[in-house]
């Protein structure tokens, strides 16, 4: 694991914020260029861009001190503000509450959700790999011991395997979207499905600490809700105006 990025003997970067502020870069750029191939909205692409990512922020810290570990926020508050010592939730908590941002957007100015939907999910996907990558160094996430030869510090390195995981998912999802003729939101529904299913693999080699379960953890039940929802979207008959791409 490598935390931290010495640049001198008293000065270093969290590795985990250093991987993160480049990834969001990298992403912002292609979705520009997504949009135009697209052709949709840059504007519109931006201003969602920055909901989801503030909306995701605020998200995945609040499902993180309200449900996993709030007494230790609760003897400190000021401690909620401290972000730089980690504690976000992707699932249930970021994911949810930029979904949550997007759609209300969506159905305030009344655009076609779908289409931007299936642009956003190609860099959604390679943000959550980059996300684990960073999660890895940090040592974060990490998974239940194990003697394999690829066992890092002597864990399973569930962060190694969801982002190898997701990174499939992200190549299947580029060809999806070559495809001649494919309904609109398919994309982002296939995305919803792999995602979860990776997931739920990881879920069963992890070993952190994330708050009570019901037989199986939070984020195992969000996986499986996803798949439904997911399958029922991509399987559902298309309604008016939501047609196939050519």
């Known amino acids: ?56 922020f605020l998200g995945g810290r609040l499902f993180h001190v309200f449900y996993e570990d709030f007494p230790y926020y609760r003897e400190e508050p000021i401690r909620i503000f401290q972000v730089w010592n980690g504690g976000f939730v992707f699932y249930g908590g970021a994911l949810l509450a930029g979904l949550l941002a997007f759609i209300y957007l969506f159905k305030k100015n009344r655009r076609n959700i779908e289409d931007y939907l299936d642009m956003f999910a190609p860099v959604l996907s390679f943000s959550y790999v980059m996300g684990r990558v960073a999660c890895l160094l940090a040592g974060c996430c990490f998974g239940r011991y194990c003697e394999l030869p690829w066992a890092f510090g002597g864990r399973h390195p569930t962060q190694a395997y969801a982002a190898l995981w997701e990174l499939g998912v992200l190549f299947i999802l580029l060809g999806i979207e070559k495809a001649p003729r494919k309904k609109i939101g398919a994309v982002f529904y296939s995305w919803m499905i792999l995602h979860a299913i990776g997931r739920l693999i990881m879920e069963y080699f992890r070993d952190d600490f994330r708050g009570p379960t019901l037989g199986i953890s939070i984020s195992s039940w969000i996986s499986l809700l996803v798949i439904l929802l997911g399958t029922y979207l991509l399987l559902r008959k298309p309604t008016h105006g939501n047609s196939t791409r050519s």
């Open 1 to 56: 694991m490598y935390p931290i990025l010495p640049l001198s003997p008293t000065f270093g970067i969290p590795t985990y914020y250093l991987i993160l502020s480049g990834t969001v870069c990298i992403c912002l750029w292609w979705l520009v260029r997504r949009s135009e191939h697209f052709k949709l909205s840059r504007k519109s692409t931006l201003d969602l861009s920055l909901i989801v990512m503030v909306g995701g």
